[in-house]
DNA sequence: GTTAGCACTCACTTCACCCGAGTGCTAACG
DNA sequence: CGTTAGCACTCGGGTGAAGTGAGTGCTAAC
C-alpha cells in the first residue's frame, strides 16, 4: 500500500508547513500556499486517507492536521529534499568555528555551543575518543622525593599520567632503568598483548621492584582499556524556544532528562539501524520514555582515522530535519581539520 | 533606626513561612503559626511599619506581604539560625560523596551534581585551581620521529604536557640533554623568575636549539600563568523546581544565562564585600540584570593548602539560605579530603 | 499599646458566550 | 468518476461578568 504522487506531495506540504508554523495545517492552507492544482475539498479527501493510513494525525475534530511519528518517517525517507547550506551559512560557520582551542575538551564545549546556535537545539557531543590504543612510550620520573609521575603516550597521541608513591628506597637511577626496561616491553603492544606471560617476564626481570610495577602495569592497562567517551551537553536550554515546550512540566521533564549525564549518553548510542553517517530518530524510536515527542538527529565525526566521536541534535519532533542534518554534515567537515590540528598540538 | 525585638520575629516569621510556602504571607497566619502572643491586628500594625522602612513588600493591596531585598539581607546577617545538618543528612552525603574519581574533572562534575541534588538548585563551581605555580619539573621525550612531548610538573602536583614538533635534525640524545639542562634551569622557578636575563642565559648556553627551546619555555610560562579556571555548571534544571520559575519566559531567560560559560563565571565571581567563607549574595546585588529575582550562596573550597576553587548555589531570592549555607559548609569539610586524595593518585 | 470589627481591595476562578478555523458530507459539475 | 462548491457541525480559545476569599487599613473600644 504505498502513497500516490499526489498523496505524497500533499504529506510533503503538511509535514514541512507543519514544521514551519508549529500549527496543525488545514486544507484550505494547502490549497491556497502550494500550487498543486486542487482544491481544499479534494485535499480534505486526500487528508483523511492519509489519516486512515497512519500519516497524519488529528489533534481534534475541528484543528487541521499534523504529521503522526509515522508520516514523519516517510518525510525524512522519501519526501525530504537535500538542503545544502549557502556560502554565507559556511563562512559564518567557519568563523565560528576557528578559534584557539586550548585542548580538546574545549573544542568539544565550543562546537556543540555553536551546533546549538545555528540549530536553536539541543546538542549532546561526545569527547573524541581514540579508536585504537597501542602503548607508544612508557616513562617514569621522579618528581619529588618518593613521587613518581607515570607518563603514558598513546598511539593516535594521548597521553595519560598517573603519580604513584614509591616505596623509600627506590633511586632515581633505579626508576630510570626501570622506566627503559618496561618501555622496551610495552612499546608497540595493545590491551590484548598485555597477557599473564607478558606480566610474568617483567616481574621476571624485575622481581625486586614486583610492588610498584603492578601499580604501573595496572595504570597502562587502564589506560589501554579506558574508554571514557565524556559527554557534554550544549545550549539544553534551546529546547524552550520550541512551542511545544512552552509547557513548564514539558520542559522540566526533557531538561531534567538531558542534564542527567547517563541519560545524555543513552541518547548519543542511540541507533536506527541504518548504517548512513547522519540518523534521524524519531520521537519513541528512540525507546525513551522521555523521549517520545522528541527526534535526534545524530552524526558520527572523525579525524584522520585516529579520532571519533558522535554529535547528537535534539528536538520536537517538528524540528526541520532538513536544515539540521545540512548544518551537521557542514560542521562535521569542518570538524576532521580542526580535531586534528588541536590534537596534534595539545593535549 | 533599628529595629526592636518584636518587628524582628515578625520579620522573621514572615521570611521563613515565605521560604516554606513561595506565598504572600499575611498577618492572621502570622498570628496561627507562631507563638508570638499577638493579634492579628498588632501584627498588621507592625507589618505596615516594617514595608514603610523597606523590609517588606506588598505584591498588592490585597496580598499578603514578602520579604523585601533589604528583608532577606536582614534576615540572612542577623535572624537567620545555624541549621546544623543531621548525622543522617551528612551520612547521606559521604555515601554519595565516596565513589571512585577519575580525575579532579569527575570530581567536579559529580559533586556539583550532588550538590544540585540535595539543594534542589542549580550549582556551579569551578574547577580546582592550582594556588601557587612553580616549576617542579620539566621533562621532554620523543614520542615518535620529528616529536616531543614536553611534560611540566608544577608545584602543587599539577602536571601538563605538549606536543612539539622537532626540527629534522635533532636527536634522541641531544633531546635528554636539552631537558636536563633545562630541568637545572628552571625547576623551583615561578612565573616571574622566568624573565630576560634567565632566558638569555639558556639561550646563551644552547643558542643551536633556540627555536626549539622558545617553543618549550612559552609553554612552561602558559603553564605558570594559565589559571584556566574551567566552571561546570550542574542540575540547571533544577531552577524549574520553585513556582517563580513556573513562567517560561523567566525559565529560560534565566537557563540562557546560566547556559553560557561566561555568565557562569562572572557568578562565581561575585563578592558581597565580606571576607567570610560563605557568602551570600542576593537579588541585585550581584550587579547582573539576569540575577535580579535570584540569589546567589557562594563558597571557597580548600584542599591542603594546594587547591581552592569556588562552588555557587543559585536559586531564587526566596531560597532556603540557612539549610543551603549548611549543606556547603558540610560539602566542604568532605571536599577537602576526597581533593587531595584524588589529586594525588591521578591528575 | 492592643485588639475586635468592618468596609474595602483585588487577584483568581468560573461560567456562559461567541468566534472562527477546520472538518465531513452531500450534491452538482465537467 | 474524479473534482469541486456548499453547508452544517465541531470544538478550542478568547472575552467579559459575576462571585469568592484572603488580606489590608482604619476606627473605636478595651
Known sequence: MDLGKRKQMILQAIVEDYIATAEPVGSRNIAKNHDLGLSAATIRNEMADLEEMGYLDKPHTSAGRVPSQLGYRFYVDSLMHRYSATVEEIENLNTALHQRYVNLNSVVSVVSDIISKITKCPTVMTLPA??????????????????????????????????????????????????????????????????????????????????????????????????????????????????????????RDFLRFIDNRENATKVLSLTNGGDSDVKIIIGDEAGLEEMRDTSIVLANYHAGGILSGKIGVIGPTRMDYARIVSSLETINAQLEGILTAVFYNEE
Open 130 to 251: 581514540v579508536n585504537s590504543a597501542k602503548v607508544v612510550n612508557v616513562k617514569m620520573l621522579m618528581i619529588e622525593k618518593n613521587l613518581a609521575l607515570i607518563v603514558v603516550v598513546l598511539d593516535g597521541g594521548s597521553v595519560r599520567n598517573k603519580k604513584v608513591k614509591v616505596s623509600g628506597n627506590i633511586t632515581y637511577r633505579q626508576v630510570d632503568a626501570i622506566s627503559d626496561f618496561l618501555n622496551s616491553q610495552l612499546a608497540g603492544l595493545g590491551a590484548k598483548d598485555i597477557d599473564e606471560s607478558r606480566i610474568m617476564l617483567i616481574y621476571g626481570a624485575m622481581g625486586q621492584y614486583k610492588d610498584f610495577l603492578k601499580v604501573v602495569l595496572d595504570f597502562v592497562l587502564e589506560c589501554l582499556q579506558s574508554n571514557i567517551t565524556e559527554v557534554y551537553v550544549g545550549g539544553a536550554s534551546n529546547i524552550l524556544n520550541h512551542p511545544e515546550f512552552c509547557d513548564i512540566d514539558r520542559a
